[in-house]
């Protein structure tokens, strides 16, 4: 499922994110809010990632992207990507067995182990808040 924002020419506004995810805006703007509270030198920005999966949102540090937020219709997704050793504590960490066990299930790449998890209602926010802490910290 692609973003809700395909359009390359419309970079998103806060206005139409709040419209596209409704009541889940909520929960982008709490993770939005943690990350940059956990490292407030955090830049941040819309990257459009061509026709197939539209507009993206992107919270970095210098060298690398720490969390991705994708917009969707009515909810969004949250993607990470681990390092080895960001991995070994996220499957030592006190996060649901259900996010470890899809964690160890994805592929490894050379850049680490990613994740994308849909989130629809609060049910995942802390466990995310953890891995954005693990994350920041390798």
Same mark, same amino acid.
């Given at each position: 499922?692609?973003?809700?924002?395909?359009?390359?020419? /419309?970079? &998103?506004?806060? +206005? =139409?994110?709040?419209? /596209?995810?409704?009541?889940?805006?909520?929960?982008?703007?709490?993770?939005? !809010?943690?990350?940059?509270?956990?490292? &407030?030198? /955090?830049?941040? =920005?819309?990257?459009?990632?061509?026709?197939?999966?539209?507009?993206?949102?992107?919270?970095? =540090?210098?060298?690398?992207?720490?969390?991705?937020?994708? &917009?969707?219709?009515?909810?969004?997704?949250?993607?990470?990507?681990?390092?080895?050793? /960001?991995?070994?504590?996220?499957?030592? !960490? !006190?996060?649901?067995?259900?996010?470890?066990?899809?964690?160890?299930?994805?592929?490894?790449?050379?850049?680490?182990?990613?994740?994308?998890? =849909?989130?629809?209602? +609060?049910?995942?926010?802390? +466990?995310?808040?953890?891995?954005?802490?693990?994350?920041?910290?390798?």
């Amino acid at each position: 499922m692609t973003s809700i924002f395909t359009d390359k020419t /419309a970079k &998103p506004s806060e +206005d =139409d994110l709040k419209i /596209a995810l409704g009541e889940k805006y909520k929960f982008w703007n709490e993770l939005f !809010s943690f990350t940059l509270e956990k490292f &407030p030198e /955090a830049s941040f =920005d819309w990257h459009f990632s061509g026709q197939k999966f539209g507009w993206g949102f992107r919270i970095s =540090d210098k060298k690398r992207v720490l969390v991705y937020l994708l &917009p969707r219709d009515q909810f969004f997704k949250v993607g990470l990507v681990f390092g080895e050793k /960001a991995f070994e504590e996220v499957c030592n !960490s !006190s996060i649901s067995e259900t996010l470890i066990t899809e964690l160890k299930n994805t592929k490894k790449y050379a850049e680490g182990r990613g994740i994308r998890i =849909d989130i629809r209602n +609060d049910s995942f926010i802390s +466990d995310l808040k953890k891995l954005i802490e693990i994350k920041i910290k390798h």
